[in-house]
């Protein structure tokens, strides 16, 4: 009998109410499926992006959020964070140079986490999302991971 799609694809969808403790629980729910589908490699990388991202959901925004894990092809991972915040920050608006001023100054005390996301992701990008979707406006944050991929882009 044919399936929809292949048993190699999977994603899992965790939604998450406005707390402090939503950035661990979102690690937590993270490590258990990327390693249960050997995907063990990228658990560092993929907690600390994901944990800024969740972090910045708390934050900056009134609402939930949304994590979606899930296996694109390959070896090829994407995470991506919904909330109800309308503002798609820089660098993630549009397009940039990876070292083009965007991040936070040198001794700011926040303002990293993106900056950590476009040097660690393969592939990167937000877009928003209009309440006729979900019934409420929000954002969307993702990034992409890569096994074997190394992070800064200066390896091969």
């Not at 044919?2 to 979102?26: D, E, F, K, N």
């Not at 894990?69 to 798609?88: A, K, M, N, Y």
Request: a negative charge.
């Amino acid at each position: 009998m044919p399936t929809v799609s292949s048993p190699q694809h999977w994603a899992y969808t965790l939604q998450l109410p406005r707390s402090p403790g939503a950035p661990r629980i979102a690690r937590a729910m993270l490590r258990a499926a990327l390693d249960h589908h050997g995907f063990g490699e990228l658990g560092e990388t993929a907690e600390l992006l994901t944990s800024e991202l969740v972090t910045n959901s708390y934050l900056h925004t009134d609402g939930p959020s949304s994590l979606r894990v899930r296996h694109v092809c390959g070896d090829r991972l994407r995470v991506s964070v919904w909330d109800t915040g309308l503002t798609i920050p820089p660098p993630f608006d549009r397009p940039v140079d990876l070292f083009d001023g965007l991040g936070a100054a040198w001794d700011a005390e926040s303002g990293r986490g993106l900056l950590l996301v476009r040097l660690c992701a393969a592939n990167w990008g937000g877009y928003p999302i209009g309440a006729e979707l979900f019934g409420v406006e929000g954002k969307l944050l993702w990034f992409e991971l890569v096994t074997g991929w190394e992070a800064f882009g200066v390896a091969a």
